[in-house]
Nanobody, 116 residues
Framework: QVQLVESGGGLVQPGGSLRLSCSAS????????MSWVRQDPGKGPEWVSA????????RYANSVKGRFTTSRDTAKNTLYLQMNSLKPEDTALYYC?????????WGQGTQVTVSS
């Protein structure tokens, strides 16, 4: 069955960086677009980014464009999200999804908290 396991979250000061990972199993990772979604308690999910099957094409929400970079390592079946210049409003539970638009299977999420 599809399994997605996110990791790498934590507490970071504004302006700091974090790198999230999503380990995928149970499906042919290289055949699927992947995306990142985040959700703050009390709010709906927000699509963050997407990456094509080969990694050559990426898209980002305007709120993170220029600060976040998504990539993938097909050999390791792993999706990444490099987050720089973090802001308090980036605080959320971050999920990876087996789709381009954040729908479908999610993992358990990894918490990112940006606070001084």
């Amino acid at each position: 069955q599809v399994q997605l396991v996110e990791s790498g979250g934590g507490l970071v000061q504004p302006g700091g960086s974090l790198r999230l990972s999503c380990s995928a199993s149970g499906f042919t990772f290289s055949s699927y677009y992947m995306s990142w979604v985040r959700q703050d308690p009390g709010k709906g999910p927000e699509w963050v980014s997407a990456i094509s099957t080969g990694g050559g094409s990426t898209r980002y929400a305007n709120s993170v464009k220029g600060r976040f970079t998504t990539s993938r390592d097909t050999a390791k079946n792993t999706l990444y999200l490099q987050m720089n210049s973090l802001k308090p409003e980036d605080t959320a539970l971050y999920y990876c999804a087996r789709s381009s638009d954040g729908t479908g299977s999610w993992g358990q999420g990894t918490q990112v908290t940006v606070s001084s």
